[in-house]
Nanobody
Framework: VQLQASGGGLAQAGDSLTLSCGLS????????MGWFRQAPGKEREFVAA????????VYADSVKDRFIISRGSAKNTVTLQMNSLKPEDTAVYYC?????????????????WGQGTLVTVSS
């Protein structure tokens, strides 16, 4: 299983940016998917996760009410719409996937990871 993330870039505070991530075409199962981020000099932190059905979602407090995670139109794709961006949102964002909703949404433990995409927010 391979994941490919895209959509990172440079934004100004208050702007919006959307990240996308998809699994390899060989994946036949439906996965819970999520996003993490790692800011310079900090540990990786959980951002958001979405159940395989798309019916349940969880967010970190720091992004709740600003970020929206949702299923893409293609199977096993997910987007992260980031609104009202702040300089502290600057980080490398990683998408992840797991077959278990419980592991993904409540343990925040993912088996599969993609490469990161850099988001830089200037003040």
């Amino acid at each position: 299983v391979q994941l490919q993330a895209s959509g990172g870039g440079l934004a100004q505070a208050g702007d919006s940016l959307t990240l996308s991530c998809g699994l390899s075409e060989r994946a036949t199962s439906t996965y819970a998917m999520g996003w993490f981020r790692q800011a310079p000099g900090k540990e990786r932190e959980f951002v958001a996760a979405l159940s395989w059905s798309g019916g349940n979602e969880v967010y970190a407090d720091s992004v709740k009410d600003r970020f929206i995670i949702s299923r893409g139109s293609a199977k096993n794709t997910v987007t992260l719409q980031m609104n009202s961006l702040k300089p502290e949102d600057t980080a490398v964002y990683y998408c992840a996937a797991d077959l278990s909703d419980w592991e993904a949404l409540y343990q925040r433990n993912f088996a599969y990871w993609g490469q990161g995409t850099l988001v830089t927010v200037s003040s």
